[in-house]
C-alpha cells in the first residue's frame, strides 16, 4: 500500500522559508508526478506545484516566484520550499502522487504549518 | 485560471436519500474532472476521475457525469459514512488545476 508522509517545522517565521519533505513508502515514485497542495480552513485545496520523477517541473503561476520542488529518488522523497512566507501562507499542506497530470490517488495526512513570529 | 462552482454549498439529507452535487467550470474542461471526498482532518479522498470513472476500492453508489462545463457527482443511497465535504477539480488545464470550493454534506 502506497503511502505518503509529510516532515517539517510546523511554525515558520514570517519572511523566512517554508521547508518540507515528502517521504513515499510502499511503492516507487519513479513514473509520478509528485504534487504539493494546500488548504486553508473552509477552503478548497489550492495546488502549488509538481515535480516529475525526472526533475521535470511545473508551478502554480500565482506562487511560481517564491516555490521550488525537488526529487531525490534514490531517498524516495520530495520536498518543497516556499520562501518569503506571510501569514496568508499558513495552511495544511500535503503532498500528493498523480500517475500523469490528472487526478491525485494518494495523498498524505497532511501537516499544519504556520506562520507567525 | 479555470473557476469551479460547486452548489449547493450546504446539503441536509438523511440516510438513503438520493444525493445530487453540480460543478461549473468557467470554461470547457472535457471530461477532465475529479471528485473527492474530504473529512475534517484528514486528505481528500479520491472517488471519481475523467467525469466518470469510479476510482478502484469505491463503493459503486458513487456515480458521475457530465461534461464542458457542467457536471454531477450522485449518491444512490446515502450512507452514515458519506457526510463529509466533496470537492471537484479540473485538471485540462493543468497550469493550475483547480478546485471547487466544496459542497458539505450534512445530516438532517
Known amino acids: 500500500q502506497v503511502q505518503l508522509q509529510e516532515s517539517g517545522p510546523g511554525l515558520v517565521k514570517p519572511s523566512e522559508t517554508l521547508s518540507l519533505t515528502c517521504t513515499v513508502s510502499g511503492g516507487s515514485i519513479s513514473g509520478y508526478y509528485c504534487n504539493w497542495i494546500r488548504q486553508t480552513p473552509g477552503e478548497g485545496p489550492e495546488w502549488i506545484g509538481y515535480?516529475?520523477?525526472?526533475?521535470?517541473?511545473d508551478y502554480n503561476p500565482s506562487l511560481k516566484s517564491r516555490v521550488a520542488i525537488s526529487v531525490d529518488t534514490s531517498k524516495n522523497q520530495f520536498s518543497l520550499k516556499l520562501n518569503s512566507v506571510t501569514a496568508a501562507d499558513t495552511a495544511v499542506y500535503y503532498c500528493?502522487?498523480?500517475?500523469?497530470?490528472?487526478?491525485?490517488?494518494?495523498w498524505g495526512q497532511g501537516t499544519l504549518v504556520t506562520v507567525s513570529s | 485560471d479555470i473557476q469551479m462552482t460547486q452548489s449547493p454549498s450546504t446539503l441536509s439529507a438523511s440516510v438513503g436519500d438520493r444525493v445530487t452535487i453540480t460543478c461549473r467550470a468557467s470554461?470547457?474542461?472535457?471530461?477532465?474532472l475529479a471528485w473527492y471526498q474530504q473529512k475534517p482532518g484528514k486528505a481528500p479522498k479520491l472517488l471519481i476521475y475523467?467525469?466518470?470513472s469510479l476510482e478502484s476500492g469505491v463503493p459503486s453508489r458513487f456515480s458521475g457525469s457530465g461534461s464542458g462545463t457542467e457536471f454531477t457527482l450522485t449518491i444512490s443511497s446515502l450512507q452514515p459514512d458519506d457526510f463529509a465535504t466533496y470537492y471537484c477539480?479540473?485538471?485540462?488545464?493543468?497550469?493550475?488545476?483547480?478546485f471547487g470550493q466544496g459542497t458539505k454534506v450534512e445530516i438532517k
Open positions: 477539480q479540473q485538471y485540462n488545464d493543468y497550469s493550475p488545476t483547480t
Open positions: 475523467k467525469a466518470s
Open positions: 470554461q470547457s474542461v472535457s471530461s477532465w
Open positions: 500528493a502522487r498523480s500517475p500523469s497530470k490528472g487526478s491525485f490517488d494518494y
Open positions: 515535480i516529475y520523477y525526472s526533475g521535470s517541473t
